[in-house]
Structure formats: structure tokens, C-alpha cells
């Protein structure tokens, strides 16, 4: 088993910036791809970023493109979410995964962490 753990949630103005990190304990996520995905309140959960397993590839949604990067230390088997330019609407709760199976579907899910931002 994965167990995936977020933090650095919080509330934030709009425009600023917010880093989320996901850190695996159990079997390792090194040898797989990561990602980050979001829920806001009444809407489904939507991808947001992914990355490969050796950090060389990362793919974006088109409405987080250019304002968040996805990085990851396999060293210290966790993945980050560096969000940039933040808006009202990127709030959300927001939850990492492990062990990615096709372009949307992961194997393994944290609890998620919430950002709030404010307009």
C-alpha cells in the first residue's frame, strides 16, 4: 500500500502563490507517475498535473498551463505543486496520486489539502 500525505493549503490572495507537496510512505511512488487533481465544492474532481516518473515529462490542464508547475524528488519520494498567478476559481481541495494506469486514472489517492483564494 501507498499512503499519500498533502500539505501547504491554505488561503491565499489572488495573484499570489501557494506550493502544495505530497510525500508517499509505504511502497514506494518513484518508479511511477504522480499527479495532482482538484475538487471544488459541487463540481467533479478534475485533473490538474502530472508527471513521469523520472521527472523529464509533466502535462498540464490547459486552465493551470503557464501558472503551476509539477516537480518531483524521488529522493524524498515526494511531489510538488508550485501555484502561481492563483485565482478565485482554483479554489479547491486538492489531492495527489501515485501509479498512474491510463491518462486520468491513478492507482493510489491522498486525502487532499484545501486552497482557499480570495478575489
Known amino acids: 500500500q501507498v499512503h499519500l500525505v498533502e500539505s501547504g493549503g491554505g488561503l491565499v490572495q489572488a495573484g499570489g502563490s501557494l506550493r502544495l507537496s505530497c510525500a508517499a510512505a509505504?511502497?514506494?511512488?518513484?518508479?511511477?507517475?504522480m499527479g495532482w487533481f482538484r475538487q471544488a465544492p459541487g463540481k467533479e474532481r478534475e485533473f490538474v498535473a502530472a508527471?513521469?516518473?523520472?521527472?523529464?515529462?509533466?502535462d498540464y490542464a490547459d486552465s493551470v498551463k503557464g501558472r503551476f508547475t509539477i516537480s518531483r524528488d524521488n529522493a524524498k519520494t515526494t511531489v510538488y505543486l508550485q501555484m502561481s498567478s492563483l485565482k478565485p476559481e482554483d479554489t479547491a481541495v486538492y489531492s495527489c496520486?501515485?501509479?498512474?494506469?491510463?491518462?486520468?486514472?491513478?492507482?493510489?489517492w491522498g486525502q487532499g489539502t484545501q486552497v482557499t483564494v480570495s478575489s
Open positions: 496520486a501515485c501509479r498512474r494506469t491510463s491518462l486520468r486514472n491513478f492507482v493510489y
Open positions: 508527471i513521469n516518473w523520472s521527472g523529464g515529462s509533466a
Open positions: 509505504g511502497r514506494t511512488c518513484s518508479n511511477y507517475a
